[in-house]
């Protein structure tokens, strides 16, 4: 058995570092909270635990003391700096500082004194809010804030570029991809093909490599755009068990399926849950490989496991 890979703390969750905590609690589900790493504990696996200190969320009614919690490394981010002098939108996803911590919303009015009517999708409520309480919402997505910070974005122009030019290299004569589709009963799915040829701007004649046509006689040839064509992905050997809640593809029916693990069983054996179709079923450890998405010219890893 190969050893295991060294986990490396990223600097952002050191002893003393502040951070951002979410919870998936209910009534809580899209918030984040300020706090401070108090230190690293025990880990099981690829599990990496914290221990955290509130800095608005007091442990009883007199606020007499900070609450202490243990938190998943997933439940955590670097405090996200602040863009001053921004101008909001309609339509924009901000976070709005309420009752204590940063709340996901939608911008839905530009109102005359100033202020700003917010939706809140998990809640079904809309509240008022000065420019000053807003912020720009962004994920924290392997070390990198999406979309960028505006200090960023000239730099990430030109790597954009760069990952363009990459990616039609990836995709030249008798390259091995994946295809995606967004027909009713195939969406979540990707198979893998060959690009045959380039048949115009950002369309390629594929050949998959396990679908076959209506007669069997031959491999299914198709037409793909570019948006429903990635690289085939890397290889990335899991030799520990899968965990809870891990985000997944599932091999099944000739494509992999992305999902999210339910349940683990014995003997290497997991229960997927599909969010496309609602459905759950049951695969050998060999069936299953990590989720990864093809960004901008990239393969990220999820930061958080699909909720159920």
């Not at 911008?107 to 700003?116: A, M, P, R, Y």
């Not at 992305?258 to 014995?266: A, E, P, Q």
Request: hydrophobic share 35%; net charge negative.
């Amino acid at each position: 058995m190969p050893p295991k890979p060294k986990f490396t703390l990223d600097p952002s969750f050191k002893p003393g570092s502040t951070v951002e905590i979410s919870s998936d609690d209910e009534g809580f589900r899209g918030s984040w909270f300020l706090g401070t790493i108090v230190r690293r504990c025990s880990s099981k696996g690829s599990l990496v635990k914290f221990l955290v200190e509130y800095k608005t969320i007091m442990e009883d009614e007199k606020g007499s003391k900070p609450l202490s919690e243990m938190i998943d490394l997933s439940q955590l981010r670097p405090e996200p700096p602040r863009e001053t002098d921004r101008d909001f939108k309609f339509g924009e996803d901000v976070d709005a500082y309420y009752n204590d911590g940063w709340w996901e919303g939608t911008i839905t009015e530009q109102l005359e004194n100033g202020k700003f009517g917010v939706f809140f999708r998990t809640s079904r409520e809309q509240l008022e809010f000065r420019k000053e309480d807003l912020r720009l919402h962004r994920e924290w997505v392997n070390g990198t804030w999406i979309p960028p910070l505006e200090e960023e974005k000239a730099s990430i122009t030109t790597e954009v570029k760069l990952s363009k030019t990459m990616t039609r290299e990836k995709f030249s004569r008798g390259k091995v991809v994946e295809v995606s589709s967004d027909e009713d009963g195939f969406q979540g799915a990707w198979f893998a093909a060959t690009i045959i040829e380039p048949k115009g701007k950002d369309v390629f004649l594929v050949e998959y490599q396990a679908l076959r046509t209506d007669d069997d006689s031959e491999f299914l040839r198709e037409e793909i755009d570019t948006k429903h064509i990635r690289p085939y992905p890397p290889e990335t050997l899991v030799v520990d068990p899968f965990n809870l809640l891990e985000e997944v593809d599932a091999l099944y029916n000739d494509g992999w399926w992305v999902g999210v693990i339910s349940k683990v069983l014995s003997k290497s054996r997991y229960i997927v849950y599909f969010k496309s179709t609602n459905e759950e079923m049951e695969f050998q450890h060999s069936q299953l490989r990590l989720h990864q998405d093809w960004i901008d010219g990239k393969w990220m890893m999820a930061s958080k496991a699909l909720k159920l």
